[in-house]
């Protein structure tokens, strides 16, 4: 008879390996972590190419919830001076204790660097803010007329709101039909492949919620006037609107590595190649998991005591042995979308956009960049430098990620990698971004799953989380665990509450599906 429970962990990004902390840290649970590639942090990783650190899709260290900025802070604390009292109400128990300033980076690399934020839209060979604001750089670059028919559009809209359907009446009721079709509509079609009336109006909900022409508007002119309050922790700044964020030194895979280590020290095991290939169940309890070493071609089963999936549901539904499985709960399953992901990280001695004067550096100074020009298909730039100084081999180069969202059976999924790259920089030099002479190196990422998309059979998902929520110790967590498009700390925190249900016995789930729904985890407050 075995002494300590154990839970199988699938996957070991955000969420999974929150939820492996957690059980040991409050009821040592012996987690038992299986990862079907050979990197941790899923989506969160950091992949390193010839000394250059990729961080696939932007990852600000920033929440909402106390409870994860002080997690994250206690897992690699706070940068020291010049900027100690940043986010010092979220420093590490041991700095208060002994009254220390963070470290240093340049002296270790266990460290969270505080950055600034910046992220813009590109847009007939201009920039604008992003969001959208009404200052004198956006007036001059769109016009007087342009802007007449914007305002125009947004009054109309305001005076007779659409009932909001689908996604395009999510955005038309918020910025209005001229706004939308300027800003929205192209960049929206690139993510999903889909037109934008097709999407359920779910994913405005929980990704850009708060985020309105009034809210950007009152922001800039807090701002312009000096009238913001003195917030560090931004509670009162929507999430598209903050200013500072926490940024690993050497990415975002750097605070999962770290966790990942803390885990194997207290007991936990983490195996990497590893894919769950059966779940099998009786009614109302999970029993056991096939899992296949893929390097060694091995099939073990595994038994727990607890099962927390970060799985794709898609996939997790299909392993399924031991129980009826209705046909309508497979069906939906089965035909749940996503989209799939590919950056190509090009390292250059220059780009063509350069920063301010003033600024200290000839590199642009965005983190992100919206690319909202309809003729490439690139819908967003990176700026690796501007994320933490540290992820480029050489300072006096620009390491930029280009991001691109496609199908695992479309033509752009399918190039090679020279290919790729070639297509990535001519779309570059279209638009007036990089002289392809300036290329030193590139390199392709490509990962499936990337986006839980919101049409197709979703709008019939509630079945299938009720067939498995009926597994009493079967935990859906994470951002495909829930298919549902959630950000880092949306992951960790359904991970939190599943924890929560372990240690308190709790039975039903509704708290852990309420996570990124509830008001405080909005992109409003």
């Given amino acids: 008879m075995k002494d300590r429970q154990t839970a199988v962990i699938i996957g070991a990004g955000p969420a999974g390996l929150t939820a492996a902390y957690e059980l040991q840290r409050q009821v040592g649970i012996k987690p038992i972590i299986f990862e079907g590639s050979g990197e941790i942090g899923g989506i969160s990783k950091t992949v390193e190419f010839k000394g250059n650190r990729i961080d696939i899709g932007g990852h600000r260290f920033f929440s909402k919830s106390d409870w994860?900025?002080?997690?994250?802070?206690?897992?690699?604390?706070?940068?020291?001076?010049?900027?100690s009292n940043t986010f010092a109400q979220y420093q590490g128990s041991e700095q208060k204790r002994t009254g220390e300033e963070g470290p240093d980076p340049d002296e270790t690399d266990l460290v969270l660097l505080v950055r600034s934020r910046l992220s813009r839209i590109y847009y007939g060979g201009k920039f604008y803010n992003y969001p959208v604001t009404l200052d004198a750089q956006t007036i001059r670059n769109l016009g007087f007329m342009r802007l007449a028919k914007m305002g125009l559009s947004y009054g109309a809209i305001k005076l007779k709101p659409r009932r909001e359907e689908n996604l395009e009446d999510f955005y038309i009721n918020r910025f209005g039909r001229e706004l939308y079709d300027t800003f929205f509509r192209d960049y929206t079609e690139k993510v999903w492949g889909v037109p934008v009336r097709d999407i359920a109006a779910n994913w405005g909900v929980q990704r850009?919620?708060?985020?309105?022409?009034?809210?950007?508007?009152?922001?800039?002119?807090?701002?312009?006037?000096?009238?913001?309050?003195?917030?560090?922790?931004?509670?009162?700044?929507?999430?598209?609107?903050?200013?500072?964020?926490?940024y690993p030194k050497l990415g975002p895979g750097q605070m999962w590595?770290?966790?990942?280590?803390?885990?194997?020290?207290?007991?936990?095991?983490?195996?990497?190649?590893?894919?769950?290939?059966?779940?099998?169940?009786?009614?109302?309890?999970?029993?056991?998991?096939?899992?296949?070493?893929?390097?060694?071609?091995?099939?073990?089963?595994?038994?727990?005591?607890?099962?927390?999936?970060?799985?794709?549901i898609k996939d997790l539904i299909a392993a399924f042995e031991g129980v009826e499985i209705p046909d309508e709960v497979c069906a939906?399953?089965?035909?749940?979308?996503?989209?799939?992901?590919?950056?190509?990280?090009?390292?250059a001695t220059e780009l063509r956009i350069r920063g301010q004067v003033g600024q200290g550096s000839d590199i642009v100074q965005d983190n992100w960049i919206y690319i909202q020009e309809p003729q490439v298909k690139v819908g967003r730039l990176q700026i690796f430098n501007n994320w933490s100084p540290y992820m480029v081999a050489d300072e006096t180069s620009t390491w930029v990620g280009m991001e691109y969202f496609c199908d695992e059976d479309d033509a752009?999924?399918?190039?090679?990698?020279?290919?790729?790259?070639?297509?990535?920089?001519?779309?570059?030099?279209?638009?007036g971004i990089l002289d392809p002479d300036?290329?030193?190196?590139?390199?392709?990422?490509?990962?499936?799953?990337?986006?839980?998309?919101?049409?197709?059979?979703?709008?019939?998902?509630?079945?299938?989380?009720?067939?498995?929520?009926?597994?009493?110790?079967?935990?859906?967590?994470?951002?495909?665990?829930?298919?549902?498009?959630?950000?880092?700390?949306?992951?960790?925190?359904?991970?939190?509450?599943?924890?929560?249900?372990?240690?308190?016995?709790?039975?039903?789930?509704?708290?852990?599906?309420?996570?990124?729904?509830?008001?405080e985890y909005h992109e409003e407050k």
């Fill in 68 to 83: 994860v900025m002080r997690w994250w802070a206690n897992i690699l604390p706070i940068q020291g001076s010049p900027v």
């Fill in 208 to 246: 850009v919620k708060g985020l309105s022409i009034r809210g950007a508007v009152m922001h800039a002119i807090k701002t312009q006037l000096g009238l913001k309050r003195d917030d560090i922790g931004q509670k009162g700044v929507e999430t598209s609107l903050i200013e500072y964020f926490l």
């Fill in 257 to 312: 590595e770290q966790v990942t280590n803390l885990v194997q020290q207290s007991g936990g095991e983490v195996w990497m190649n590893h894919v769950v290939t059966k779940v099998h169940a009786e009614p109302g309890r999970i029993l056991a998991v096939d899992v296949l070493d893929t390097e060694a071609g091995v099939t073990s089963r595994v038994e727990a005591d607890h099962f927390f999936s970060t799985m794709s």
């Fill in 332 to 347: 939906i399953a089965e035909g749940l979308p996503y989209r799939d992901f590919i950056t190509i990280g090009i390292l």
């Fill in 412 to 431: 752009m999924w399918s190039k090679s990698d020279e290919e790729m790259s070639s297509f990535g920089i001519a779309e570059l030099a279209e638009i």
């Fill in 438 to 519: 300036k290329v030193l190196d590139a390199t392709v990422i490509r990962v499936r799953k990337t986006y839980p998309a919101y049409f197709g059979t979703y709008v019939h998902f509630d079945k299938v989380r009720e067939f498995a929520d009926s597994f009493e110790n079967l935990f859906l967590i994470g951002r495909n665990g829930q298919h549902r498009y959630n950000n880092q700390d949306h992951s960790m925190l359904t991970a939190k509450e599943a924890v929560t249900n372990v240690v308190t016995g709790r039975r039903d789930k509704e708290n852990i599906w309420n996570i990124n729904l509830e008001q």
